[in-house]
Each structure stands twice: as structure tokens, then as C-alpha cells.
């Protein structure tokens, strides 16, 4: 069977925005493909508000994610694959999923015996959700 993730991220996505809520993706920014400003990484993940109103130009395709994005004021096109997407959850309330690391994906880029690439094979299985008040 395909893989439920970018199935769950559209049902997920469209419920968050039908109760008037901010949907925001977290990403596994050491992912392979995935290309984003370094200094917007906390922890090895980056974490996106793609609201219609953020991100008019949003795509969630069955393998990959685009969108145009500001990161201070400076427009950026990101993409990145649908794997890579470690949860999707309405900012307001945290209410949403986390994926856990699929049997079968493609390694991080950090994957290597090295200690930091432990810890981002290890952030990428283990995602969590943090209250920032």
C-alpha cells in the first residue's frame, strides 16, 4: 500500500483550517531533500505556519510539500519530501498528529556513526511537541 502520511497530513490540515485554527508542520530539517534557512533549525526540526493565509501557493502532494515562505522578510521557495514531515498541529490548542519514522525511509543527512548523526536519527524517530508560552 502507499504510505498514509501525506493522506493524514491533508485530512489533518483541512480539519485544523475548518475550525479556524493555524495549522503548522514540523520537519525534520536534516532530512534528505529538505532545504531550509539553518538559522530558523531549533533541535534539527524547523517548524512552518502554512495557513491559506501564509502560504496561499501551498501543495500537498503524495510525496513532496511546496509552498513560498518569508523568513525575515525575504521570500524563499521551500520544498520538501512528504517524508520528512515529523507532525502537523493546530497552533492554538496543539491539537494534531506526530508521525513516527516509517520502516523503510530514506536516512537523514546526519545519519552517519557520528554522535550528532545519532541524534538527529534519533530526534527523527522520537518527535515531540513542546508548549512555548
Do not use: C
Not at 501543495?59 to 520528512?84: C, D, H, M, Q
Amino acid at each position: 500500500m502507499t504510505p498514509n502520511r501525506p493522506y493524514l497530513i491533508r485530512a489533518f490540515y483541512q480539519w485544523i483550517v475548518d475550525n479556524d485554527l493555524t495549522p503548522h508542520i514540523i520537519v525534520d530539517a536534516h532530512y534528505e531533500g529538505v532545504d531550509v534557512p539553518s538559522q530558523f533549525i531549533d533541535d534539527g526540526r524547523i517548524i512552518f505556519n502554512v495557513s491559506p493565509s501564509a502560504t496561499p501557493d501551498l501543495e500537498l502532494e503524495n510525496e513532496w510539500i511546496y509552498f513560498n515562505a518569508r523568513f525575515s522578510g525575504k521570500p524563499t521557495y521551500v520544498a520538501f519530501p512528504v517524508a520528512a514531515v515529523l507532525g502537523i498541529f493546530a497552533k492554538e490548542n496543539n491539537q494534531g498528529m506526530l508521525f513516527p519514522a516509517e520502516a523503510g525511509e530514506e536516512q537523514t543527512k546526519d545519519s552517519a556513526d557520528t554522535d550528532d548523526g545519532k541524534a538527529a536519527k534519533a530526534a527523527a524517530k522520537k518527535p515531540s511537541l513542546k508548549v512555548v508560552k
